[in-house]
């Protein structure tokens, strides 16, 4: 089956919130796939069968009827979709979930936690109910803003946090976060405080994971890589610490992910998915 993927940018404010809203259906290209860790929270509103996520090694397989929440993760993670996929979802910015949880980011990092812990099961089995019946996917994303749109309340600190992270975002990871915390007004522990509730992490672990983000997926696979190069213009100390990161966010050195990547484009040339996830087996 082809895979069918519409996505939009939503209407402000949520797009302060949010990078896109999503629907996605169809045959997945491998029964599971790995996701490095990227600057980005999701939610996943399931209409078919469970997915399955695995959030590191040290964790087991769990099962989501309905669907999840993941926080900024740190780590790659597995997911296992049904052999027919049908989901509604949002990809937020590192901070973009804060409005919508009733816990600390903190709470969930590395924790998928499903969706009707966050929301509450009638209100999400009323939700599913209106996207399972909705004409197309256009509409199916009216809904999900419109959800959002209700839901979105006032967030204490949000503003330093959105403030902080999007000037961390446009550098790619390498401005200084010392400048940052001087230029807020507010001490390094304060920030510090702000962004593990509301995203996660501390400011320096979303710097590192942008950072990583930012050179990696950009790669061409279908070119030849100089990892020297690489490394050294985006400012790694040498090409060891670069593969170190590389190992630390995807558990591969970088020629694996480089085949890796290169596997996903021989088996599925134009993919929807191609890209970040990696093929887990």
């Known amino acids: 089956m082809d895979v069918e993927y519409v996505s939009r940018v939503p209407r402000p404010p949520l797009d302060g919130l949010i990078d896109d809203l999503y629907y996605l ?5 491998y029964a599971r796939l790995t996701l490095p860790p990227a600057p980005s929270a999701l939610l996943v509103l399931n209409l078919g069968d469970h997915l399955r996520i695995r959030a590191g090694a040290d964790i087991d397989t769990a099962e989501y009827a309905d669907g999840c929440v993941v926080t900024m993760p740190t780590r790659a993670w597995a997911f ?14 590192p901070w973009g979930t804060a409005p919508f949880l009733p816990m600390p980011a903190a709470e969930l990092r590395d924790r998928p936690v499903a969706v009707e812990q966050v929301w509450g099961r009638p209100a999400v089995a009323e939700l599913q109910e209106r996207l399972a019946t909705a004409r197309g996917p256009h ?7 419109e959800e959002l749109m209700r839901r979105l309340c006032e967030t204490v600190g949000l503003g330093l946090v959105r403030h902080t992270g999007n000037a961390v975002a446009a550098t790619g990871g390498t401005v200084a976060i010392r400048d940052l915390t001087a230029a807020a007004g507010v001490s390094s522990t304060h920030l510090a405080q702000r962004f593990k509730e509301l995203v996660g992490v501390t400011p320096k672990r979303l710097a590192r994971t942008y950072r990583f983000f930012s050179t990696a997926f950009p790669i061409d696979p279908a070119e030849p890589i100089d990892w020297g190069e690489l490394a050294a213009g985006a400012g790694y100390f040498d090409q060891a610490h ?24 021989r088996d599925h040339p134009g993919h929807a998915l191609d890209g970040w996830p990696l093929p887990a087996d």
Request: aromatic share 14%; charged share 25%; proline share 8%.
């Open 25 to 29: 259906e169809g045959a997945p290209p």
């Open 80 to 93: 296992g979709y049904p052999l027919r996929t049908r989901t509604v979802g949002v990809h937020f910015k």
């Open 139 to 145: 509409e199916m994303l009216t809904l999900l803003e």
């Open 242 to 265: 670069f593969g170190h990161e590389f190992r630390a966010f995807t558990g591969l050195t970088p020629t694996r992910y480089l085949e890796a990547r290169r596997q996903f484009l």
